[in-house]
C-alpha cells in the first residue's frame, strides 16, 4: 500500500477491498489497508459495506454498483457514500436521505468509454443538473464524481487519452452547473502505476493492494515492487503407493507411467482451484514442483508423487511468491487461460482465511 500510494504522493488512497478483498478476506485486509493509510475504503455491493460497518470498520466507504430498490435509508444511516448513474436512482437516494433526516453523499459517474455503468456523455447534462437540484434542496451532497477505464493495463492505449478528455469535460460542466466535489477519481491500479495524468484527487487501488500485478503490459509484480500478499497452502492427507497404470481421478485422464506414490489434496473447485487445471496446475509439495495430476474434484485433486516417498501431512503450495520459489496467481492464470484477479477472487469461503505479521 505505501508503495502505491507513494506513486500518486498529491492524492488519496481508495483501497478497493469488494468480491470478499479479492479472495484475501473482507474485514482483515479493510483493517489492514486503512492501517498501512488508505483514506477510503470501496467495495461494490451494499451488502459489502453492511458487512463492514458491522464488524466496526469505520471511515470513509464508497459503495458503487448500485442500482434502484437498495436499502438507500440503511446505507445512509451506515454513513455510506454512494455512487449514483441515473436520475432515478438519484431521486430515491434523495428521498431516503430526507426520510432518515441526513444529507447523503453521492458519487456521479460517468461513463468514458467502459459502456458499463455511468451516465453516457449525451445524459450528463440532464444528470448533473438533477444532481444540482437535489444538492440545492440538503438532501444530497455531490462529493465526488468518478468513472473507469477500459484499457488501463495497456498504458499507451489511445482510448486512456480519450477517456481522460471526457471526465474533463464532464468535471468542467458539472462544475460551470454549480458542483465543486471533494474527490475526482479515474484511476485504478494500473493507472496509478503507469498514468500520474490520471490520478486527481483520489486513486483506487485495486489487485495492487493484494500485491498483484494488473497485467504484463504494467509489469510483472517483482519488477514493480510488489509483493503477494495471499499464500494458499495444505496438507496431504494420504500418501499412498500405486503401480504403472493406475487411472487418477475422475474420467482417468491421468494414468501412471510408472510405479508412484499418490497424494491426496483436500482443496478443489469448491474451493477455487479451477477445473481447468487438472493435470497442469503448477504446485509445491515438501519443496518440489509437482502438478495437479488428473481431474480437480470438487474438494479434492490428486498429486503425483514420483518414486521417493513423502509424509502424510507434507505441506502443499498452491500458489505465493516466486521469490520463495513458489507457484504463483499469474502461473496458475496463465496455464488455466484467465487472469491472476480470477484466481485469487474465486478462492471459496470454507478455505480458512489466517492473517499473519499485523
Given at each position: 500500500?505505501?508503495l502505491l500510494r507513494g506513486l500518486a504522493p498529491t492524492a488519496q488512497a481508495l483501497a478497493v477491498v469488494k468480491a470478499d478483498a479479492y479472495g484475501h478476506g473482507l474485514v482483515g485486509c479493510a483493517v489492514a489497508a486503512q492501517q498501512a493509510g488508505a483514506q477510503w475504503l470501496g467495495v461494490a455491493l451494499l451488502t459489502e459495506a453492511f458487512e463492514l460497518r458491522k464488524a466496526g470498520v469505520s471511515g470513509r466507504l464508497l459503495a458503487w454498483l448500485v442500482g434502484v430498490g437498495e436499502p438507500w435509508r440503511a446505507a445512509?444511516?451506515?454513513?455510506?457514500?454512494?455512487?449514483?448513474?441515473?436520475?432515478?436512482?438519484?431521486?430515491?437516494?434523495?428521498?431516503?436521505?430526507?426520510?432518515?433526516?441526513?444529507?447523503?453523499?453521492?458519487?456521479?459517474?460517468?461513463?468514458?468509454?467502459?459502456?458499463?455503468?455511468?451516465?453516457?456523455?449525451?445524459?450528463?447534462?440532464?444528470?448533473?443538473?438533477?444532481?444540482?437540484?437535489?444538492?440545492?434542496?440538503?438532501?444530497?451532497?455531490?462529493?465526488?464524481?468518478?468513472?473507469?477505464?477500459?484499457?488501463?493495463?495497456?498504458?499507451?492505449?489511445?482510448?486512456?487519452?480519450?477517456?481522460?478528455?471526457?471526465?474533463?469535460?464532464?468535471?468542467?460542466?458539472?462544475?460551470?452547473?454549480?458542483?465543486?466535489?471533494?474527490?475526482?477519481?479515474?484511476?485504478?491500479?494500473?493507472?496509478?502505476?503507469?498514468?500520474?495524468?490520471?490520478?486527481?484527487?483520489?486513486?483506487?487501488?485495486?489487485?495492487?493492494?493484494?500485491?498483484?500485478?494488473?497485467?504484463?503490459?504494467?509489469?510483472?509484480?517483482?519488477?514493480?515492487?510488489?509483493?503477494?500478499?495471499?499464500?494458499?497452502?495444505?496438507?496431504?492427507?494420504?500418501?499412498?503407493?500405486?503401480?504403472?497404470?493406475?487411472?487418477?481421478?475422475?474420467?482417468?485422464?491421468?494414468?501412471?507411467?510408472?510405479?508412484?506414490?499418490?497424494?491426496?489434496?483436500?482443496?478443489?473447485?469448491?474451493?477455487?482451484?479451477?477445473?481447468?487445471?487438472?493435470?497442469?496446475?503448477?504446485?509445491?509439495?515438501?519443496?518440489?514442483?509437482?502438478?495437479?495430476?488428473?481431474?480437480?474434484?470438487?474438494?479434492?485433486?490428486?498429486?503425483?508423487?514420483?518414486?521417493?516417498?513423502?509424509?502424510?501431512?507434507?505441506?502443499?503450495?498452491?500458489?505465493?511468491?516466486?521469490?520463495?520459489?513458489?507457484?504463483?496467481?499469474?502461473?496458475?492464470?496463465?496455464?488455466?487461460?484467465?487472469?491472476?484477479?480470477?484466481?485469487?477472487?474465486?478462492?471459496?469461503?470454507?478455505?480458512?482465511?489466517?492473517?499473519?505479521?499485523?
Open positions: 500500500m505505501e445512509i444511516e451506515a454513513d455510506i457514500d454512494l455512487s449514483a448513474a441515473s436520475v432515478g436512482i438519484l431521486d430515491e437516494i434523495a428521498a431516503a436521505a430526507l426520510e432518515v433526516g441526513r444529507v447523503a453523499r453521492v458519487h456521479l459517474k460517468i461513463d468514458t468509454g467502459l459502456a458499463r455503468n455511468g451516465a453516457t456523455p449525451a445524459d450528463w447534462p440532464a444528470f448533473v443538473d438533477r444532481a444540482a437540484g437535489l444538492s440545492a434542496t440538503g438532501a444530497i451532497e455531490v462529493v465526488g464524481i468518478w468513472s473507469h477505464l477500459a484499457y488501463a493495463d495497456q498504458p499507451r492505449h489511445p482510448t486512456i487519452d480519450l477517456a481522460l478528455e471526457r471526465f474533463r469535460d464532464a468535471l468542467d460542466l458539472a462544475e460551470r452547473r454549480g458542483l465543486h466535489p471533494e474527490v475526482r477519481h479515474l484511476a485504478n491500479t494500473a493507472a496509478t502505476i503507469t498514468r500520474a495524468d490520471t490520478h486527481f484527487d483520489m486513486v483506487r487501488i485495486g489487485v495492487g493492494v493484494y500485491g498483484l500485478s494488473p497485467g504484463p503490459e504494467v509489469g510483472i509484480a517483482a519488477e514493480i515492487g510488489l509483493v503477494p500478499v495471499m499464500t494458499l497452502a495444505g496438507k496431504l492427507i494420504l500418501v499412498k503407493h500405486v503401480p504403472a497404470g493406475t487411472g487418477v481421478s475422475y474420467g482417468h485422464i491421468a494414468t501412471t507411467a510408472s510405479p508412484t506414490h499418490l497424494g491426496l489434496l483436500p482443496l478443489g473447485y469448491a474451493d477455487g482451484i479451477p477445473r481447468a487445471a487438472g493435470n497442469v496446475g503448477p504446485l509445491l509439495v515438501g519443496g518440489q514442483r509437482r502438478t495437479i495430476t488428473g481431474r480437480v474434484c470438487m474438494d479434492q485433486v490428486v498429486i503425483d508423487l514420483g518414486s521417493e516417498p513423502v509424509a502424510d501431512g507434507t505441506e502443499v503450495i498452491v500458489f505465493g511468491r516466486a521469490d520463495r520459489g513458489e507457484p504463483t496467481a499469474e502461473d496458475w492464470a496463465a496455464v488455466c487461460g484467465t487472469i491472476n484477479y480470477e484466481i485469487v477472487t474465486r478462492i471459496g469461503p470454507r478455505v480458512p482465511r489466517v492473517f499473519v505479521g499485523g
